[in-house]
């Protein structure tokens, strides 16, 4: 959310920069997909909390390199392109929903295998509702209801 809220001014001070670096939003959007994989990897999430330089990188590449790229992103891509994103984040929280949930083992070294199933729980209620809204806006024509 920080890095959606500073976007407006950072725009102010590099106006060409986004212009130049993200003309049609894909390399904002690929550059947001990398860093949310990565930080949902069990390791990484362990790591940043056991080393302090990998907890500042957390801290930084969230709003700095996941909130201004979406935010800057989204407006520049097509419905297509939108509902795409939207569709990968879907599956890609499906996926980490089952293996958070069904794997017996536990996963992260500094969470419990109680709060590693209910994190899995909460990425399938968001990829379920991702689901929904994509179908939703994908089936349904909006002019009928004007």
Not at 13 to 32: A, R, S
Not at 35 to 48: G, H, K, N, Q, S
Request: negative net charge.
């Amino acid at each position: 959310i920080a890095g959606l809220l500073m976007y407006p001014q950072f725009k102010k001070w590099f106006p060409t920069f986004f212009h130049k670096w993200n003309e049609n939003g894909i390399p904002g959007m690929l550059l947001f997909f990398i860093i949310v994989i990565y930080w949902l990897f069990p390791r990484t999430m362990d790591e940043a909390l056991m080393n302090t330089s990998v907890e500042i990188f957390k801290f930084i590449s969230w709003p700095f390199l996941v909130g201004i790229p979406l935010r800057d992103s989204w407006s520049k891509l097509s419905d297509r392109g939108k509902t795409i994103s939207l569709s990968l984040i879907s599956g890609l929280y499906f996926l980490m929903g089952f293996i958070y949930i069904f794997t017996d083992e536990q996963l992260c070294n500094n969470y419990l295998l109680v709060e590693q199933i209910a994190l899995g729980w909460g990425f399938l209620i968001i990829a379920i509702s991702l689901t929904v809204y994509v179908l939703q806006a994908t089936f349904i024509d909006y002019s009928q209801y004007e």
